[in-house]
């Protein structure tokens, strides 16, 4: 089995990577993360050999085959990039990056490493996503020339973590759970390039200290000071447009996360996953009766068959860089007021 190593010891490693190293039998040799408290109670609840507080050191006392790294947004550059160079594999949380061109000297620094480097994009695992991917293959939807994804909270402003301050996290709601389906939406289109974006951000609950004390206040009002809403509009070269909905707060009937096709012979939706198509003139809905999956386990147990050779990687270089294009497109459209071009 790879040798493997993880930094950060925060919510995602606690849900994700760790349940996920473990249903698949492959022991991680170390932890890393600046507090130590976490970082040691995940290391005796797993059986974690080593603790340590620096990622550096870490990397290279333990030489490892395989890093997670699982650290806030801005974070993400450094240790994957000193990962790569020491000849590790890694999967990297969502976002990948911050910029398009952090996003590219990355893969350039995996490419020249002969490494694998992928953006840990858990809902391509889901089983509606993946049903509804299987039909679209098939060719059977026809021309897919609309797509919605949305990514709507009611009241989920996160309670944990430094997602509220730009320094740490670069950006909100767009880059916390609206890049989950914005590249859900993508991989299912076909990965279209991108050419244009109209978008709009808004910041409409966190700063208010009646909302961040509904939720534990958990963070501090006045120090908020991302997007918790965003809208953006995204032409694609092929003619086909997608509309993205985000929000951490909205006046809503229910919390969703979902993607929506529109092709020329049937649409379908993934949450709950659907196709709407006519069967002889009469309009039929087609509920997809799926089995429940554990989607962390199934990515993590994808990320070691791709490191060991034996399958492709599900989240490609290029459809992670035409994410990454569409989401600082959409913050650029934010602050210009205006519609954005996109160079490929």
Known sequence: MPRIVIIGAGFITRVGHLPGYKAAGAEVAAICDLNPAPAQALAAQYGIPKVYGDWSEMIMAEKPDIVSVCLPNVLHREPVLFALEAGAHVLCEKPLATSVAEASEMFAAAERAGRHLMAAQ?????????????????????????????AMRRMGIPTWGVFHQAKLSHGGALLDVGVHMLDLAVWLMGNPAPVRVSAQTQRKFGTRPEVAKMLRSAWDPEKFDVEDF??????????????????????????????????????????????????????????????????YEREIAHWLRVVSGQEEQLVTPAETMNVQRIINAAYESAALGREVSIEA
């Open 122 to 150: 858990n809902w391509r695992w889901d089983a509606g996503s993946r049903a509804i991917k299987r039909v679209v293959d098939t060719g059977d939807m026809g021309e897919i020339y609309y797509g919605e994804a949305t």
């Open 230 to 295: 965003a809208v953006a509009l995204v032409h694609f070269a092929n003619g086909a447009t997608l509309l993205l909905r985000t929000s951490w707060a909205t006046h809503i009937d229910a919390e969703t996360f979902s993607v929506r096709l529109a092709g020329t012979e049937a649409g379908a939706t993934t949450t709950p996953p659907m196709v709407f198509r006519n069967h002889a003139g009469i309009p039929v809905d087609e509920h997809l009766q799926l089995q429940k999956v554990n989607s």
